[in-house]
């Protein structure tokens, strides 16, 4: 069994630039989560994909948008970069309909610093 | 509005003393509650959810709707339980959204 995996591991980006992280989910699994994790905070939902579409966002600008891809990997995109952004980026897979459907296995992460 | 609190930022106890993290929500409907771990350089990973009623790793954590609490449990802490922690509040659907607290850190001391 595959586990998730994020890339990259570390970005440097300046503000206004856009960044394109991304995501491969566990093995079997078909819907994927993003979460933002500010230093000192818990993991914020920004939004989940299934069946690539969108399928439930939390309280982000849609500078922030995604993509799902048929082999259920995913993107996070973020427009217009601001110092707030800089953050840990976590993805989740879950498998929707699954028995453990709300069971979700989290990645590494992608450490985003703005300057 | 849906949230998850958790008062302690760090809990530091001797190795062997009990542990308690505690973990406060609000939601109207009915939840389903976790607790996630993360020890160093790793990824957070489950450690329970209420709905299995197990015990892992020697942890418990009981639901109670009255005081809407969903604490964590330990009699006897070990080193290699130091970790962060965090309390985490889905309400299924179509979205199995997580809302996480701030996480508490648990400092183990031999």
């Known amino acids: 069994e595959t586990g998730v995996t994020q890339s990259p591991t570390h970005l440097i980006k300046t503000r206004g630039q856009q960044v394109t992280l991304r995501c491969s989910s566990q093995s079997g699994h078909n819907t994927v989560s993003w979460y933002q994790q500010a230093l000192g905070q818990g993991p914020q939902f920004i939004f989940q994909y299934y069946r690539e579409e969108e399928n439930g966002r939390g309280n982000f600008p849609p500078r922030f948008s995604g993509l799902q891809f048929p082999n259920y990997s995913s993107e996070l995109n973020v427009n217009a970069l601001e110092l707030d952004d800089s953050a840990l980026y976590l993805c989740?897979?879950?498998?929707?309909?699954?028995?453990?459907?709300?069971?979700?296995?989290f990645g590494p992460g992608t450490r985003l610093t703005v300057l | 509005a849906q949230r998850v609190s958790q008062p302690e930022k760090l809990l530091s106890v001797f190795k062997g003393a009990p542990v308690e993290l505690k973990c406060n929500y609000s939601y109207s409907g009915s939840p389903e509650l976790f607790w996630y771990v993360q020890y160093s350089r790793q990824r957070l990973q489950l450690l329970l959810r209420?709905?299995s009623r197990e015990s892992i790793k020697g942890f418990t954590a009981d639901l109670n709707k009255g005081e809407t609490s969903f604490h964590l449990k330990k009699p006897f802490a070990q080193e290699e339980d130091s970790a962060m922690y965090y309390c985490a509040l889905s309400h299924g659907g179509a979205t199995n959204k997580l809302i996480f607290g701030t996480g508490t850190l648990l400092a183990v001391q031999p």
């Open positions: 989740a897979s879950s498998l929707f309909g699954g028995s453990l459907y709300n069971e979700q296995f």
């Open positions: 209420h709905i």
